[in-house]
């Protein structure tokens, strides 16, 4: 089975937010995206609302028909919205409120009290729990311990250093990886992904089972059109 495409929609807020009015339409790209193939959509909603705002969630997860994915750190407004709209699944990022997009991945040694209580509550929803990770090993005991079903592999380095060197750039990854699986732990992968890299951390990552890609995908929108677009990492998702 290939891994699933999960379209983040962030950046389609941010060009709407641009202008004030609604073009474009953030629910009708997701719905389109979803025509085009795509698995899932994926939204980081951030305390200042700078892109998708919390009335966009409500929107989406009224229409949204696949996997619905929320990613966010666990703030109190973060968690209400959580339970108010029960979406598939969670993906908890550590980042602080005005970063510009994600960073780094949790500590979870240093953070697993904490996001053992956010998790049971949050799974209390419903929801499947995934934790944002940097690619190290030594991580997944804690990680598991935290009751996540999860993890999603922080791929800003693999993305950095594909180009000199995949294999060098994956190595961690996969160890990562097959510790996860190890650990019984799925495993999600996001941020920096592109056309040129994912066929490759497809191929040689074990058990991916979904990505999130929104900034590439849309800037690819730009050249190719959005259907074609999804279609073309549809295509790169693809094992064989
Ligand atoms: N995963 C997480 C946790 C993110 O914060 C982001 C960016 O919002 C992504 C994946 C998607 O990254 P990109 O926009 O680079 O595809």
Redesign the pocket.
């Known amino acids: 089975m290939s891994p699933k495409l999960s379209v983040?929609v962030?950046?389609i807020a941010t060009i709407r937010n641009a202008r004030g009015g609604n073009n474009p339409n953030v629910l009708n790209v997701a719905l389109d995206c979803e025509r085009f193939g795509a698995q899932g959509i994926?939204v980081?909603p951030r305390p200042d609302e700078r892109h998708i705002r919390f009335t966009d969630v409500h929107d989406l997860a009224n229409h949204v028909t696949t996997e619905f994915n929320i990613?966010g750190y666990p703030s109190e407004d973060f968690l209400q919205l959580i339970e108010r709209v029960k979406p598939h699944q969670v993906?908890l990022?550590p980042?602080p409120p005005h970063v510009l997009?994600?960073n780094a991945g949790w500590d979870t040694q240093t953070h697993q009290e904490f996001l053992t209580q956010i998790i049971a509550r949050i799974k209390q929803t419903g929801a499947r729990v995934s934790i944002?990770l940097d690619p190290n090993p030594a991580l997944i005991a804690s990680a598991k311990a935290t009751g996540t079903d999860r993890i999603?592999l922080?791929t800003?380095a693999y993305a950095a250093q594909f180009h000199q060197d995949p294999a060098k750039a994956i190595e961690p990854y996969v160890a990562t990886a097959k510790a996860a699986m190890e650990a019984n732990l799925g495993i999600n992968a996001?941020?920096?992904?592109?056309l040129h890299n994912l066929n490759y951390l497809v191929k040689n990552l074990p058990g991916l089972m979904e990505v999130?890609?929104?900034?590439?995908?849309v800037c690819d929108a730009l050249y190719h059109g959005l259907q074609n677009t999804v279609q073309l990492y549809l295509r790169a998702l693809k094992l064989d």
């Open positions: 983040n962030n950046k994926t980081h990613e993906t990022v980042d997009t994600s944002f999603e922080y800003e996001g941020h920096d992904l592109d999130s890609i929104g900034h590439a995908l």
